[in-house]
């Protein structure tokens, strides 16, 4: 009998460990029912619709509680520890002024990309997200909501003004899915980051625009003086694979998919990237290179970050999108002009599990209105988290010796409203340089810059497409194949037509033409 | 007459009842876990059919079909992958028991109980390895400027160093070899467990009767290692068409050029799904492999039925 009792006990104990793993969901499992949530707020806040027209609105008319909204806060690279008192101090001035009380929801970008599907599929109520990868991905499984409504000269008219200026909406099928911020300087350079005190080793004359011959000197000259070093630090993960193609380092083209491109920027044609002689021409210099030793051995292979690149004195250099943001202890090899093709992947976003979608608008709309706002979301509390150094230029530095590595508030992304109006720390540059560097880059801008593609025809072609990719680029692109690069260069090509890539360049060309047609 | 056998029938399952209730009350927590996390999600086999679309939920979602299955066969790769994902998993099941069963019966023969217990533990440490460890301790191996084959083996004999992860021509034996290495601890373990339990009479009558140790390993060890070698076997079967993920993609480091023999099914979904949140077309892989893995064990079990009825799963 007691035998019996002990081993009743015993399994009583073991069935309630089952149920321990059940959590609280707290909201909606069923994402379905969402929609019903949506028209309770929609009546709620159509009464404050009319009073959150002007963003210095008297306070004294917006009625009814403080609504909440739920906005992620993407970190790179370190956690940020003090959000806390940061969003306390950032809802002092919104539910005074907009009526709205933000909850940050800190995210790690690293993990975004997969965390965001997740957390939409379980119900997780999120009012705001920013995304950083194609919208496409969440557009294709229905997770996020056209904010066609919510962006009028009225609701936002910062937002609206804006986006007058910059494309700054992103359409998908003619809906309204996507929010850019207002980046500090747009466009990009080819280009390699040199480190300065090689440059200044080998005493290589200054130049605007450096050709692969400057290039193939300069590595020379370097490994004389240096045997064991590889000057091209040009790894397959740092610059190829992936949608990615090194040769956009070393010439300014659109990007079409990951194989077609505009070749400069009057071409209303997109081809195939490569079958261009250009990009032939590139292989073979990569593979001269590879030969000679400027190129790591396993760079197809090996996964040394960039920094590592530099500190373990493997590299001299490495291919990266030259910008004001360079270093002063680097030097940057343009390689082309600067330009501007598209227009970024970065925007906000709203859910579909939004639950107070008219607030979050109007809240995202004062953050780009509200240069302080902005900046107090982004930096953190003036004396508390940076001391200003000099209003004018709008510079800071770190309170109590800090770095940007123990700092408590520092975040290495700045995706908050209109960056132009965005405090730096010191290594940074001046707003000149930035807006020079703005100027430039729109003059020389590609056909393609505010263009979106809809892949939906053809994704299965692109997918299979970037498999074959997978296998050649980045032997290629950084040489390891040597003088015997031309068989394998020939296989791709092949290739890549049997698996459709002409097709996808066409369904581009017909989209391209209608969106030339109507501007 | 009847009432009275009746009664005495009854009493007798009432007493089996009460004594076999607590035993199922202990299977309870382990059958509920299997039917929550393996039989209710079945009925998810239905998005591989669908173009998920979150706002209308799964079973509001648009039907396909095949579609999602489409972009499997697409691509000039389905030849590749599914001969590479069957022809490892052939190697690999011969292997498997092969290799597994020599070293249980050697094992078996140690007579210090102590350096047994050393050898097992040892042969089975690999198998507790994760993949990214190994899949370094084989690029210490391999890597062309500093890797054992090429400084310490290769350059002093007077050859050429191989790049290793550009060159696909070594990577079937390299992958047989590290796989085996791995797993071989844990069949070993399973086909030890069956030759302990071997009763020991058998032996001293064969030796008795004059055989030699070859022919007591031929006559008495494996035929009573029969059922453990169909057991594994079939299940293994079940499994054809997945491969090791760990395997074919952290040990040669994803290198595109060696895709014509290292890209498996699994590789393959990996790399053109990621970062896709492509659900639809996931599950349509997995659901493939499934499908595929299933009808296999069906077909398997009903072979060896034929051969030998009673070593038959079901």
Known sequence: MKKKIALLMIAALMISTVFSACGSNGDNAAVSEQGENQSESDTKSNEENQNAENQNADAAAVQGEPEHIVVTYMYYPYEVADLKNVQDKVNEITIPEINVEVEFMPISAVEAQTSYSLLISSGEVIDLMIIMQDIKNYTD????????????????????????????????????????????????????????????????????????????????????????????????????????????????????????????????????????????????????????????????????????????????????TLNPDIKDEHIGLQLDEVYIA???????????????????????????????????????????????????????????GDDYTTSPFYNGLNYWGDAR????????????????????????????????????????????????????????????????????YDQMVSQLETAGVQDVIDEWNIQFKAYLDAQ | MKLKSVGVNLKKKKLRWRKIIPVYMLLLPGLVYLIINNYM??????????????????????????????????????????????LYNVVFIILGIIIPITVAILLNEVRQKFASRIYQTLVLLPYLMSWVVISYLAYS??????????????????????????????????????????????????????????????????????????????????????????????????????????????????????????????????????????YGMSAAASVFQSFVGFSLIILANGVIRKISRENAMF
């Open chain 1, 342 to 400: 598209t227009a970024g992947i970065t925007y906000w976003t709203m859910p579909i599990t939004t639950k107070n979608p008219e607030a979050a608008v109007r809240f995202l709309d004062y953050v780009y209105g509200n240069a302080e706002l902005a900046n107090l979301i982004g930096f953190g509390i003036e004396g508390e988290h940076y001391n200003l150094i000099n209003a004018g230029e709008k510079k800071i530095e770190f309170t109590n």
């Open chain 2, 141 to 278: 191996f391999l890597n062309l400027e500093s890797g054992f084959i090429n400084k310490s083996i290769l350059e002093p004999l007077g050859f050429k160093s191989i790049n290793f992860y550009q060159d696909s021509t070594w990577w079937p034996l390299i992958l047989t070899v590290v796989n085996q290495w791995k797993s071989l601890g844990f069949g070993m373990i399973i086909y030890l467990a069956s030759v302990i339990g071997i009763d020991g009479e058998y032996y001293e009558a064969a030796k008795i009767d004059g055989a030699s140790k070859w022919n007591q390993i031929r006559f008495i060890t494996l035929p009573c290692l029969k059922p453990t070698i169909i057991t594994m076997f079939v299940l293994n079967m079940g499994r054809m068409f997945y491969s090791d993920f760990g395997l074919f993609y952290q040990v040669p480091k994803n290198s595109g050029m060696l895709y014509n023999v290292t890209m498996t099914i699994d590789t393959y979904v990996y790399n053109a799904l990621m970062g896709q949140n492509n």
């Open chain 1, 141 to 320: 499984s229905g997770q996020l909501e056209p904010l066609n409504d919510y962006i009028t000269p009225e609701t936002t008219p910062a937002i609206y003004a804006r986006s007058q200026e910059f494309p700054l909406l992103v359409n998908v099928q003619d809906e309204i899915y996507g929010i850019r911020p207002i980046q500090r300087y747009y466009g990009s350079q080819p280009g390699l980051t040199l480190r300065r005190d090689y440059f200044d080793e080998i005493s290589y004359e200054e130049k605007d625009i450096y050709s692969f011959e400057d290039l193939t000197n300069i590595f020379a000259e370097i490994k004389e003086i240096h045997p064991d070093m590889y000057p091209l630090g040009i790894t397959g993960a740092n610059a190829v694979g992936k949608g990615r193609t090194s040769f956009t380092f070393f010439h300014s083209i659109a990007l079409v998919g990951s194989y077609g491109a505009l070749m400069d920027k009057n071409s209303t044609q997109a081809v195939n990237l490569f079958t261009t002689e250009e990009y032939k021409n590139y292989l073979k210099q990569m593979a001269e290179w590879y030969d000679a030793g400027y190129i790591l051995p396993d760079a197809a292979t090996s996964e040394l970050s960039l920094d590592e690149l530099f500190s373990s004195l493997k590299s001299a250099s490495y291919p990266m």
């Open chain 1, 421 to 488: 109006e965005s405090l730096t720390y010191e290594e940074v540059r001046m707003k000149e340089e930035y807006d020079s560097y703005t100027e430039a880059a729109l003059q020389n801008q590609f056909q393609s810059y505010g263009f979106d593609f809809d892949n939906t025809n053809v994704f299965n072609k692109m997918i299979a497409c970037q498999s074959v990719l997978d296998q050649y680029q980045v032997a290629l692109e950084t040489g390891s194949l040597g003088s015997k690069w031309e068989a394998t």
């Open chain 2, 41 to 86: 999600p079945m009925f998810g086999i239905v998005i591989a059919f669908k173009k998920l679309n979150f706002k209308k939920g799964i079973f509001g979602s648009e039907w396909i079909g095949l579609d999602n299955f489409e972009f499997l066969f697409s691509s000039g790769n389905a030849w590749i992958m599914t001969r590479n994902t069957i």
